[in-house]
């Protein structure tokens, strides 16, 4: 299993197989404002990253009929956040989460930590994605999908 970060770290003592570097990773992530913005990038093997979440079923059903792209979906944003914010963010990505697996799209997680004591264990990693309402296989399947796209 793998995550993107942003300071060096070891990945072994974090369980993980490796590390990608934000720097390195950057080539391969384009950076949408939206689903829609994201459904344009289809037939390209490239990680999609969404800046704001929104309900749109169209364009989820557009990525996965080629199976190409991968959203990416940042948890920092959540680790971060607190209160509200938090609660809205949680709510987006759940729901987003329910329907790429309905439809099939490939999804991924990472969390860019940023400093040395923000970089979370492959359990602390496992668990939030659980309160996100996926399974623990799904989990690991989703963060094994960064080594097919870096």
Same mark, same amino acid.
């Given at each position: 299993?793998?995550?993107?970060?942003?300071?060096? #770290?070891?990945? %072994?003592?974090? $369980?993980? &197989? %490796?590390?990608?570097? !934000?720097? !390195? #990773?950057?080539?391969?992530?384009?950076?949408?404002?939206?689903?829609?913005?994201? =459904?344009?990038?289809?037939?390209?093997?490239?990680?999609?990253?969404?800046?704001? /979440?929104?309900?749109?079923? $169209?364009?989820?059903?557009? /990525?996965?009929?080629?199976?190409? =792209?991968?959203?990416?979906?940042?948890? !920092?944003?959540?680790?971060?956040?607190? *209160?509200?914010?938090?609660?809205? &963010?949680? #709510?987006?990505?759940?729901?987003?989460?329910?329907?790429?697996?309905?439809?099939?799209?490939?999804?991924?997680?990472?969390?860019?930590?940023?400093? &040395? /004591? =923000?970089?979370?264990?492959?359990? &602390?990693?496992? =668990?939030?994605?659980?309160?996100? *309402?996926?399974?623990? *296989?799904?989990?690991?399947?989703?963060?094994?999908?960064?080594?097919?796209?870096?």
């Amino acid at each position: 299993m793998f995550d993107i970060v942003k300071v060096h #770290a070891d990945a %072994k003592t974090h $369980g993980f &197989e %490796k590390f990608y570097s !934000s720097d !390195s #990773a950057n080539s391969k992530i384009k950076i949408c404002s939206n689903l829609a913005d994201a =459904a344009k990038y289809k037939n390209q093997k490239m990680l999609l990253t969404i800046r704001e /979440l929104d309900f749109d079923i $169209g364009s989820l059903k557009l /990525l996965a009929e080629k199976k190409k =792209a991968c959203l990416l979906f940042d948890l !920092s944003k959540i680790i971060k956040s607190n *209160g509200i914010r938090r609660s809205i &963010e949680f #709510a987006k990505l759940r729901t987003t989460l329910k329907f790429c697996n309905k439809y099939g799209v490939f999804y991924t997680f990472a969390t860019f930590a940023d400093e &040395e /004591l =923000a970089v979370r264990t492959i359990h &602390e990693l496992t =668990a939030i994605c659980m309160l996100l *309402g996926i399974n623990k *296989g799904q989990v690991e399947f989703a963060l094994s999908m960064l080594k097919n796209y870096l």
